[in-house]
C-alpha cells in the first residue's frame, strides 16, 4: 500500500499523466473522464509486468551472485575501478 500511495502522490507520475495522457483523449469518441480513466490504467497494467520479470530475475541473480566467491571478487574488482576511474576522471579535469 505504501508503494501506491508513493507512486500516485509523485510528482513526476502526475506530470507524466498530465502531459501525456491528454494527447491520445479524442472528444468524438464520448466521455473524456472515462477515456482518461482508461488511458490511465494502461500505464500499471503493462508496467506490473515488466516490474514482476525485474524484480524475479534480480532475487535470482542476487541469489546466485551471493554464493559464488568468483562473483563477488569480480563485482569487487569492478567497483573498485569504477572508483578509481571517476577519481582519475576528477583528477585530469
Same mark, same amino acid.
Given at each position: +500500500?505504501q508503494? %501506491?500511495? $508513493?507512486? #500516485?502522490?509523485?510528482?513526476?507520475? %502526475? &506530470? ?13 469518441l464520448?466521455? $473524456?473522464? *472515462?477515456?482518461?480513466?482508461? &488511458?490511465? +490504467? &494502461? $500505464?500499471?497494467l *503493462?508496467? %506490473?509486468? /515488466? @516490474?514482476? %520479470?525485474?524484480? #524475479? /530475475?534480480?532475487?535470482? +541473480?542476487?541469489?546466485? #551472485?551471493?554464493? /559464488? *566467491?568468483?562473483?563477488?571478487? *569480480?563485482? @569487487? ?5 569504477? &572508483? ?6 576528477? $583528477?585530469?579535469?
Open positions: +500500500m508503494g %501506491i500511495w $508513493v507512486e #500516485l502522490l509523485n510528482p513526476k507520475t %502526475i &506530470l507524466f499523466f498530465a502531459s501525456f495522457i491528454p494527447q491520445f483523449v479524442d472528444l468524438s464520448g466521455n $473524456v473522464t *472515462t477515456q482518461m480513466l482508461i &488511458l490511465g +490504467m &494502461l $500505464v500499471p *503493462t508496467a %506490473i509486468p /515488466s @516490474d514482476l %520479470i525485474v524484480s #524475479l /530475475s534480480g532475487g535470482v +541473480m542476487v541469489n546466485t #551472485l551471493r554464493r /559464488s *566467491t568468483v562473483a563477488h571478487r *569480480t563485482l @569487487d574488482f569492478l567497483a573498485a575501478a569504477v &572508483l578509481i576511474g571517476i577519481g582519475a576522471h576528477l $583528477v585530469l579535469t
